[in-house]
T-cell receptor, first 115, second 116 residues
Framework: EAGVVQSPRYKIIEKKQPVAFWCNPISGHNTLYWYLQNLGQGPELLIRYENEEAVDDSQLPKDRFSAERLKGVDSTLKIQPAELGDSAVYLC?????????????FGPGTRLLVL | AQKITQTQPGMFVQEKEAVTLDCTYDTSDQSYGLFWYKQPSSGEMIFLIYQGSYDEQNATEGRYSLNFQKARKSANLVISASQLGDSAMYFCAMREAQTGANNLFFGTGTRLTVIP
């Protein structure tokens, strides 16, 4: 079974430029998460989707960040415009939330550097 | 207040020895879940082990076991027979049932280095 796929793995941009990250969850997983991981810290939730609905985006900085999950499968996270402080790792995770442990499985992340 | 506390920024262990990584948590919820993830330098968070708050026995998965002490609110990860490939960051995380969501709260992690 394929795991969570993310692209690109690395991205270097200049400040004020836009950037987008893509995530393909594990097949059949209905819930998708985007996390932000700053250097030396644990991941922090940005947004959670249940199918195509964003059910928790309270930590998403909506002035510059946006996300979508068309058709309840793939998801895109966008930053526009990027700031120096956005340099971090952006992790995508998915889970099957139909009873049980509901373990979240993570992708390899996108490492963003804003210059 | 921090929901998850990992007090060991770094740990060293000799190959083939056992090591314990500490994790304490803070919740008023009666139903919660505790997770451990491994993050190698490649960046991916790898799920290792899960303990539910109502589980009476400590969880085990191969060389990983979770020392769950509910009264002390601790969920330490024990890695037996350490291997060089165990060198990585280890994160403890908690999910609270009262939020009705599957959101995870992570600690700041412990960097484990296995010495040959």
């Amino acid at each position: 079974e394929a795991g969570v796929v993310q692209s690109p793995r690395y991205k270097i941009i200049e400040k004020k430029q836009p950037v987008a990250f893509w995530c393909n969850p594990i097949s059949g997983h209905n819930t998708l998460y985007w996390y932000l991981q700053n250097l030396g810290q644990g991941p922090e939730l940005l947004i959670r989707y249940e199918n195509e609905e964003a059910v928790d985006d309270s930590q998403l900085p909506k002035d510059r960040f946006s996300a979508e999950r068309l058709k309840g499968v793939d998801s895109t996270l966008k930053i526009q415009p990027a700031e120096l402080g956005d340099s971090a790792v952006y992790l995508c995770a998915s889970s099957l939330d139909r009873g049980g442990v509901k373990t979240q499985y993570f992708g390899p992340g996108t490492r963003l550097l804003v210059l | 207040a921090q929901k998850i506390t990992q007090t060991q920024p770094g740990m060293f262990v000799q190959e083939k020895e056992a090591v314990t990584l500490d994790c304490t948590y803070d919740t008023s919820d009666q139903s919660y879940g505790l997770f451990w993830y491994k993050q190698p330098s490649s960046g991916e968070m790898i799920f290792l082990i899960y303990q539910g708050s109502y589980d009476e026995q400590n969880a085990t998965e191969g060389r990983y076991s979770l020392n769950f002490q509910k009264a002390r609110k601790s969920a330490n990860l024990v890695i037996s027979a350490s291997q060089l490939g165990d060198s990585a960051m280890y994160f403890c995380a908690m999910r609270e049932a009262q939020t009705g969501a599957n959101n995870l709260f992570f600690g700041t992690g412990t960097r484990l280095t296995v010495i040959p």
